[in-house]
Every structure is written in C-alpha cells, then in structure tokens.
C-alpha cells in the first residue's frame, strides 16, 4: 500500500461533512479545519480596522518634510517640470505629482 495524500477544498460545509463520512468508513484518515477560526485575511482585516477605530496612522512613512513640500512647489513656479523636480529632489515622480496636487 502506498502514501499518498489529496488535498481537496470546499465550501459547502454539509458536502464536506458528508465525504468526511463516506472516507472514514472506508478507513481513510482525514483532518478537517477549524472553521471557527477567524481566516488570517480575517484578523488583518480586523486589526487594521481596530487600528483606524484608534486613530492609527496606517501606511508606510514619508521621507518628505515640508521643507522638501515647499521646494517642489517653489520649482514649480520657476518653471520646472515635474520630472526635473523629482530628479533635482531624489524623490519619486509619483510623490512630486501628489505634492502639486495637494498644493
């Protein structure tokens, strides 16, 4: 006789307890989940949104301080486009088009 092991997923939960039975009676172990059990997807979702309920600032942090806010702007002005800004800056073009926005 050799191992082998089969995973198989489903949703219905009667199916599932109804091929459960049927491999036990031919004397097949099988291991069910913990359905009670919140999925991970589920905790995350749950975490983040306790933190926000706490006033959590959620997200990476910025580099960009208002300093760098008002050079943009100032470049801006003078003339500079946005790709030249973000070079002259080391910041990403992506954040100077959102600093401009902001503005």
Same mark, same amino acid.
């Not at 942090?61 to 470049?75: D, P």
């Given at each position: 006789?050799?191992?082998?092991?089969?995973?198989?997923?489903? =949703? =219905?939960?009667?199916?599932?307890?109804?091929?459960?039975?049927?491999?036990?009676?031919?004397? &097949?172990?099988?291991?069910? +989940?913990?359905? =009670?059990? +919140?999925? %991970?997807?589920?905790? &995350?979702?749950?975490?983040?949104?306790?933190?926000?309920?706490? *006033?959590?600032?959620? *997200?990476?942090?910025? #580099? @960009?301080?208002?300093?760098?806010?008002? $050079? @943009?702007?100032?470049?801006? #002005? %003078?003339?500079? *486009? &946005?790709?030249?800004?973000?070079?002259?800056?080391?910041?990403? @073009?992506? $954040?100077?088009?959102?600093?401009?926005?902001?503005?």
């Amino acid at each position: 006789m050799s191992n082998s092991t089969a995973i198989c997923y489903y =949703d =219905d939960a009667e199916k599932l307890a109804e091929l459960a039975e049927i491999a036990r009676s031919m004397g &097949i172990t099988i291991s069910l +989940p913990n359905t =009670d059990e +919140p999925t %991970h997807s589920e905790r &995350i979702k749950t975490g983040l949104e306790r933190a926000k309920r706490e *006033g959590k600032k959620l *997200g990476r942090k910025t #580099n @960009v301080t208002e300093g760098t806010k008002a $050079t @943009v702007l100032e470049l801006r #002005n %003078h003339g500079y *486009g &946005i790709k030249r800004i973000a070079k002259t800056l080391r910041i990403g @073009v992506g $954040t100077t088009s959102a600093i401009l926005r902001a503005a």
